[in-house]
């Protein structure tokens, strides 16, 4: 059973990682990406994004101080949920119907999916 648990961990840090290395290899547009929704500083702002993911990423991966990789997933995902993804905000896109149901239909792949502007 440990195996299981070592294999999942290995997964979702693994994801939290690789989301760390596209927040750093694409700083520039998703800072502009940021800038446009209103982010201050955005590309600070991505910057910690990367920051937190690789932290989250190695804590579950190396199973080790697990407050602090919590932490740190908090610390991103609120405030990436709210101003990144408020298609409750939204009246003028012609995505907002889109965003509304993507969002509700894939929670978890959220958080990244920068494919749709």
């Avoid at 840090?13 to 500083?41: C, I």
């Avoid at 149901?101 to 990244?112: G, I, L, R, V």
Wanted: some cysteine.
């Amino acid at each position: 059973m440990g195996e299981v648990f070592l294999a999942g961990r290995i997964l979702v840090g693994g994801y939290y990682l690789l989301s760390a290395a596209h927040h750093f290899a694409d700083l520039g547009a998703l800072a502009e990406h940021a800038a446009a929704v209103g982010v201050p500083l955005p590309a600070l702002a991505v910057a910690v994004a990367g920051i937190l993911l690789a932290v989250a990423g190695l804590t579950v991966i190396l199973g080790i101080y697990p407050d602090i990789g919590i932490a740190a997933l908090l610390l991103f995902f609120i405030p990436v949920t709210i101003v990144m993804h408020a298609f409750w905000a939204d009246r003028k896109s012609p995505f907002k119907g889109f965003h509304n149901t993507y969002f509700q239909e894939h929670p978890k792949s959220n958080c990244c999916d920068n494919s749709v502007n």
